[in-house]
């Protein structure tokens, strides 16, 4: 079976792994989780970040740093894969699901504005949702596929509702706004990274918050650490274990020494799906929005045509020639336990998410298995009638 993603772990992972036996750092104190900090914090264009153990503790330190809770709502996008959410309700929030545009996938700002002005009254912490009584305090826009939203506009939108705002940019690690605005520059509250072991970088497992604010990452920090104050075992807070590994930071320097190869990679790869879907009617590469520069987390194609049942039939046939093909996220407002979630209209994503076909994209993927993957596709689509 040819797999969606595998880490490429063929860099100086090994002899910083040994390092840290050697030394002895293997827990969460450790020469590696300050220079992953510091390497985070450049590659955003902040002053500091936290690294912590996993993509959604990120996103959930992000909201209660930021004094979000019970009581309060953030306004996530429907098709995402379920962390974010599920860091809205660690934080004990609730999420108010919306729409993606079907230019980028990604959410909706006109939508996003709509149901603010229709059902919302201004309050001093943000919007005053009429029908739930709570307070909406942020939206979490999602970098799908690593792609880079409109974040002049996603700011604009927070700025005139009085919202923070928490970037999922699980997949985006390296990415850039416009002309090469890090992230963390665009005026955003917090951007949150994932490495986990399928993502562009990984380190096994962690995450990683990057701010402008100081403070907040101190207080992530804190929050992260047990809220332990001293030396001694004082603790001031309730608070959490979520702290990265020495030996997860280690592998994560390791790999942050190749990034740009591995963006360069993704992007190959990228353009080998994109063409392939060129040349048919019915088959679409992922959206490129033109805000900034991509980091093709993932990449394949969709499917634009008619009969979006066949998309059943294709996963059958990839996975019949030894391709791992499954079903993209399924959208947060069909999931069990957001079923009663607040939440708009879904016409692009409950469309769109059963069409979207990632492919085999690890960053060093054999040719061979590259020409596999295009051939057994081709295969396919000649014999639907959909190939020029």
Not at 51 to 70: D, K, P, Q, R
Not at 148 to 176: C, Q, S
Not at 240 to 265: I, K, P, S
Not at 273 to 289: D, I, K
Request: glycine share 8%.
């Amino acid at each position: 079976m040819i797999p969606l993603a595998v880490p490429n772990l063929n860099g100086n992972e090994a002899a910083y792994l040994q390092d840290c036996i050697t030394s002895t750092f293997v827990s969460t104190v450790g020469p590696f989780v300050n220079d992953f900090e510091e390497r985070i914090a450049a590659l955003s264009g902040t002053s500091t970040a936290a690294v912590l153990c996993s993509g959604t503790t990120a996103l959930h330190l992000a909201l209660e740093g930021l004094g979000i809770g019970e009581g309060d709502l953030v306004m996530v996008p429907s098709l995402t894969f379920i962390a974010s959410a599920n860091s809205v309700s660690h934080a004990r929030a609730d999420v108010w699901l919306v729409d993606v545009s079907a230019s980028d996938w990604m959410l909706d700002t006109a939508r996003a504005r709509a149901a603010i002005e229709s059902q919302t009254d201004a309050h001093p912490d943000g919007r005053l949702h009429r029908a739930s009584g709570k307070i909406l305090r942020a939206i979490m826009p999602v970098m799908v596929m690593g792609a880079v939203p409109d974040f002049d506009g996603l700011i604009a939108l927070a700025k005139e509702f009085g919202l923070r705002v928490i970037v999922d940019a699980a997949a985006a690690i390296g990415t850039t706004y416009g002309a090469q605005v890090p992230l963390g520059a665009t005026g955003v509250d917090a951007v949150c990274y994932s490495f986990n072991g399928n993502k562009t970088v990984t380190c096994g497992g962690g995450g990683a918050v990057a701010a402008q604010d100081e403070a907040l990452i101190a207080r992530i920090k804190h929050l992260s650490s047990t809220g332990r104050v001293g030396a001694n075992y004082d603790h001031d807070i309730v608070a959490y274990n979520y702290r990265m590994t020495n030996l997860q930071a280690a592998v994560g320097m390791a790999q942050l020494e190749r990034l740009e190869d591995f963006l360069a990679a993704k992007k190959s790869i990228r353009d080998a799906y994109a063409n392939f879907a060129a040349n048919s009617a019915v088959l679409s590469a992922f959206p490129e929005p033109p805000h900034g520069q991509n980091g093709h987390w993932f990449s394949g194609f969709w499917y634009t045509g008619d009969t979006p049942e066949i998309g059943a039939k294709f996963r059958a046939h990839m996975k019949a020639a030894g391709i791992d093909l499954r079903p993209f996220w399924k959208p947060l407002h069909l999931q069990t336990p957001y079923l009663d979630a607040w939440a708009e209209p879904m016409p692009v994503t409950e469309d769109l998410w059963e069409r979207i076909f990632p492919l085999p994209c690890s960053t060093h993927i054999p040719d061979a298995d590259k020409a596999t993957v295009l051939a057994a596709a081709a295969a396919f689509w000649d014999n639907h009638g959909a190939r020029a």
